[in-house]
C-alpha cells in the first residue's frame, strides 16, 4: 500500500508526455498506467514484462505446477500428521519394553507434544510463510523431522525420547504442515478444498501404513532399525516438496499487521472468523479421544476377537480417513467449506454418541471407519474455511498461525483430560469419556453453525 503514492506519480508523468505528443492518445497511456504492482513483475522471471503477471487475483486454478504443489503437500503431510497417527504403536513398544518404568499418562505426554507443537510453532510460521520464507520453513522443517527420527532410534531414556521425536519432531512438522497447506491458495481458486484434500490425503495414508512396517521390522530387527525403516522412507519423500513446491507470488506488504508482524489484528474483529476459531477449539480438544482410546474400550469390553483384531481398529479407522478427506473437499467446492465442515462435525457428533452402545466387533468396525471419514473431513477442511475467511491472500498465514496454536493447545490438553476422566484401566469410566467428546464436538457444531448464520447475514450467499 506504500507504494501507491510512486504509482500515481508514474502515472501522471506518462500522461503529461503522452499529452504533448497527442491528444488522442491520454486515454490509451492513462489506462495501463495504474493495474501492475510494482512487486509482482519479479514473479515472471527475469523482470521479462508479462500480460498476465501471477497475482493473488490471478490464480491458474490447475497445471503442472500447480498439481506438484499437492504432490509436494502430500508428501509433506506424510512427514508430519501420517507420523502421528503412527505414534500408537510407539507407545505401545514404550509402554511394554523402552520406557517401562514410566506410565502411560508420561508417555502418551510424547506423542501430546509432537502434535500440539505442529499447531502451535504455527503462529511463527504462518507470518514467516506471509512474509516470503516458504523455502527456509520447508527445508529447515523438513530436515528437524527426519533428523528427530533418526535420532528417536537411539535413544535409550524418557528425555532424550521427548527432545528427539516430541520436541525435535514437533517442531519441524510444525515450519512445514501451515505452509504446504497455505501455498495451495495461490494455484487454486475454484478447486481450492479438493486440492487441499487431496494433499491431506498422505496423512491418513502413512497412519495405515507406517504401523505395519514399524510391527513387521521391530519383530524381526529391533525397534531401532523399525524407527529408521520410517525414517529413510521420511528422507525419501522429503525430496518431493524440496523439488518442486515454490511460492507463486512474492509477499504483499499489509496493513493491520500486530507486533513483529505475527498476529493479523484485524482478525479479532473478524467475528465469523473468531467464532470458527472458537469452535475448532472445542473439535480438536475431543476429536482425538476416539483415536486414542478405541483399542482400549474394544479390549475393556471384552468385545469379540477384539485382542486380536483391536490393533487393526485404528487402522480401519485412518482407512476411513481417506474417503473423508477426499469426498468432502470435493463437494466443498461446491456447497462450500464451511458448510462442509458443519457437516462433518455433526456427523462425528452424532457417531460418538452412538459409540456408547457399541458392545460387539461388527459394531465397533462400522464405527471407526465411519468416524476416521466425518472426523477427516473436519481435519482436512480446516484450512480451506480459513482460506475463505481471510479478506486477502496475504493474511492467510497469520490467520492459519492463529487458529493453529488455540487448536494446538487443544490437543495438547484434549486427550489428558479424557485420559483423567477414563481412570483406571482396571475400572474404567467409559461412558463419562465418550460423552466428554460427544459434547465438545457438539460444541463445535454449535460455534461453527452460529459463524455460518453471522457470514450469511455479511455475505447474502450461503456457499462459503
Not at 113 to 120: D, G, I, S, T, Y
Not at 293 to 320: C, E, K, M
Not at 429 to 452: D, K, P
Request: charged share 10%; net charge neutral; aromatic share 10%.
Amino acid at each position: 500500500m506504500e507504494k501507491d503514492p510512486e504509482k500515481t506519480a508514474d502515472a501522471s508523468e506518462s500522461d503529461r508526455t503522452e499529452t504533448a505528443t497527442t491528444d488522442s492518445e491520454t486515454t490509451t497511456t492513462s489506462t495501463p498506467a495504474a493495474p501492475v504492482r510494482p512487486d509482482t513483475t519479479s514473479a515472471t522471471g527475469g523482470g521479462q514484462p508479462s500480460p498476465s503477471p501471477p497475482t493473488h487475483d490471478n490464480v491458474p486454478d490447475g497445471g503442472l505446477m500447480a498439481w506438484l504443489q499437492v504432490l509436494g503437500s502430500a508428501a509433506v503431510l506424510v512427514n508430519t500428521w501420517g507420523v502421528i497417527n503412527t505414534f500408537g504403536v510407539f507407545q505401545a513398544y514404550y509402554e511394554s519394553s523402552l520406557l517401562s518404568s514410566h506410565s502411560a499418562s508420561e508417555i502418551s505426554w510424547i506423542g501430546s507434544a509432537q502434535a500440539a507443537l505442529l499447531f502451535l510453532v504455527g503462529v511463527i510460521a504462518g507470518p514467516l510463510y506471509d512474509a516470503g520464507y516458504f523455502r527456509h520453513l520447508l527445508a529447515g522443517g523438513l530436515l528437524l523431522t527426519v533428523l528427530g527420527q533418526f535420532m528417536t532410534s537411539l535413544c535409550k531414556l524418557y528425555w532424550q525420547v521427548m527432545l528427539a521425536q516430541g520436541v525435535a519432531m514437533g517442531v519441524g512438522m510444525g515450519m512445514t504442515f501451515l505452509p504446504s497447506a497455505a501455498i495451495l491458495g495461490q494455484y487454486f481458486s475454484r478447486h481450492r478444498a479438493l486440492a487441499l484434500g487431496l494433499s491431506s490425503v498422505g496423512s491418513p495414508v502413512a497412519g495405515t501404513v507406517f504401523p505395519i512396517i514399524f510391527s513387521r521390522v521391530e519383530e524381526k530387527a529391533g525397534f531401532g532399525w523399525a524407527t529408521r525403516a520410517i525414517a529413510f522412507i521420511l528422507l525419501g519423500l522429503s525430496a518431493i516438496p524440496l523439488a518442486f513446491m515454490r511460492t507463486r507470488v512474492p509477499p504483499t506488504p499489509r496493513k493491520g499487521k500486530g507486533a513483529l508482524g505475527m498476529i493479523d489484528a484485524t482478525a479479532f474483529r473478524d467475528t465469523p472468523y473468531v467464532l470458527f476459531v472458537a469452535g475448532g477449539f472445542f473439535a480438536f480438544l475431543t476429536l482425538y479421544v476416539g483415536f486414542f482410546y478405541v483399542t482400549l474400550h474394544a479390549t475393556s469390553h471384552g468385545i469379540a476377537s477384539a485382542r486380536g483384531f483391536a490393533p487393526y481398529l485404528v487402522t480401519l479407522l485412518n482407512a476411513g480417513s481417506i474417503v473423508g478427506r477426499i469426498v468432502p473437499n470435493a463437494l466443498a467446492d461446491r456447497y462450500g467449506s464451511l458448510n462442509l465442515i458443519l457437516a462433518c462435525t455433526m456427523g462425528s457428533m452424532v457417531l460418538v454418541f452412538g459409540w456408547l452402545g457399541v458392545r460387539d466387533l461388527a459394531g465397533a468396525i462400522v464405527f471407526v471407519v465411519l468416524y476416521g471419514a466425518f472426523s477427516g473431513g473436519v481435519v482436512s477442511l480446516t484450512p480451506s474455511v480459513i482460506v475463505s475467511l481471510s479478506p486477502d491472500m496475504g493474511r492467510v498465514g497469520a490467520r492459519m498461525g492463529l487458529s493453529f496454536v488455540v487448536a494446538g493447545i487443544a490437543i495438547l490438553i484434549g486427550t489428558p483430560i479424557a485420559g483423567a476422566i477414563l481412570g483406571s484401566t482396571e475400572d474404567p469410566r467409559w461412558t463419562g469419556t465418550i460423552l466428554y467428546s460427544a459434547f465438545g464436538l457438539l460444541a463445535a457444531t454449535l460455534l461453527y453453525f452460529a459463524s455460518r448464520l453471522l457470514l450469511f447475514k455479511k455475505k447474502g450467499d450461503w456457499k462459503a
